[in-house]
């Protein structure tokens, strides 16, 4: 993996952001956010974090989608034009 797109850095998602950075420190992390308040919070801890889906999307080989339920179809429609053969979503 060379870019890991966490969207929605929550309890989950930042979760596992924490155990990619220490387990596979050479990949780049990705973090989308809803709001600029939240990216704030979350750029204490991570350096690379958006509130727009498609930079996060065009830059990932794998899509790991955090956010609640509800928030799944519109963002999937955000970043679906980038998808690629290539591309990992889960």
């Not at 596979?24 to 973090?31: F, G, N, Q």
């Not at 790991?64 to 889960?90: K, W």
């Amino acid at each position: 993996l060379k870019t890991v797109a966490i969207f929605g850095p929550g309890l989950i998602g930042g979760s596992l952001a924490l155990a990619l950075r220490e387990r596979l420190p050479e990949a780049a992390l990705v973090l989308w956010t809803r709001s600029e308040q939240s990216a704030a919070r979350t750029a204490k801890v991570f350096p690379q974090v958006t509130c727009d889906a498609a930079a996060a999307a065009k830059s990932a080989d794998l899509w790991v989608f955090c956010t609640p339920i509800g928030a799944m179809p519109d963002l999937a429609r955000a970043v679906c034009p980038f998808v690629t053969p290539a591309t990992v979503v889960t």
